[in-house]
T-cell receptor, first 115, second 114 residues
Framework: GAVVSQHPSWVICKSGTSVKIECRSLDFQATTMFWYRQFPKQSLMLMATSNEGSKATYEQGVEKDKFLINHASLTLSTLTVTSAHPEDSSFYIC???????????FGQGTRLTVV | GESVGLHLPTLSVQEGDNSIINCAYSNSASDYFIWYKQESGKGPQFIIDIRSNMDKRQGQRVTVLLNKTVKHLSLQIAATQPGDSAVYFCAENPIYNQGGKLIFGQGTELSVKP
């Protein structure tokens, strides 16, 4: 199957700082990527849809100024958690599809811990 | 709002037995469903998918059944192995032409006893 890679796999940052997470499709181009958030023992919650060359679409309740998304190329989307706080600590996962009506491939996730 | 839910949050089975994980969905417009396996600290791994024009699809040791009448989805794992221990999520794609935008169910943790 197609490969989606996230970096870093884990990160620890101080409260008030910003953290950038990268999501790359390694062997296909993706005009659309998706960012999810997962708290321990819970399901994945869609945060936003990242659109190449245009603004991201955020789900209800997700602060767009806090979670900045940039999709500058067909193989890379970034999620920046700005002014991170301990409650932002979570597992962030991205996904991408090679085309419409096809399965989504997920990155390995990024564990963010804000101290 | 629309959601995909699971009946059983945990399931414990003996190695070699068959496992059945259930899922109920509420969006009758959804036409694409996927089962994912997630091991601790990792992203979801695709297991099997099914489209709404089918009621059954088989893979290697896994079978997905779709009952559109009652909006129910199930994953059957044959001869369950210790390596199958993980959390299993069903997911639906409510927008047919936007592959990848998924709504996930709550998950079922499968524990396989040797």
């Amino acid at each position: 199957g197609a490969v989606v890679s996230q970096h870093p796999s884990w990160v620890i940052c101080k409260s008030g700082t910003s953290v950038k997470i990268e999501c790359r499709s390694l062997d296909f181009q993706a005009t659309t990527m998706f960012w999810y958030r997962q708290f321990p023992k819970q399901s994945l919650m869609l945060m936003a849809t990242s659109n190449e060359g245009s603004k991201a679409t955020y789900e209800q309740g997700v602060e767009k100024d806090k979670f900045l998304i940039n999709h500058a190329s067909l193989t890379l989307s970034t999620l920046t958690v700005t002014s991170a706080h301990p409650e932002d600590s979570s597992f962030y996962i991205c996904s991408a599809s090679p085309g419409v009506n096809t399965e989504a491939f997920f990155g390995q996730g990024t564990r963010l811990t804000v101290v | 709002g629309e959601s995909v839910g699971l009946h059983l949050p945990t399931l414990s089975v003996q190695e070699g037995d068959n496992s059945i994980i259930n899922c109920a969905y509420s969006n009758s417009a959804s036409d694409y469903f996927i089962w994912y396996k997630q091991e601790s600290g990792k992203g979801p791994q695709f297991i099997i998918d099914i489209r709404s024009n089918m009621d059954k699809r088989q893979g290697q040791r896994v079978t997905v059944l779709l009952n559109k009448t009652v909006k129910h989805l199930s994953l059957q794992i044959a001869a369950t192995q210790p390596g199958d221990s993980a959390v299993y999520f069903c997911a639906e794609n409510p927008i047919y032409n936007q592959g990848g935008k998924l709504i996930f169910g709550q998950g079922t943790e499968l524990s396989v006893k040797p």
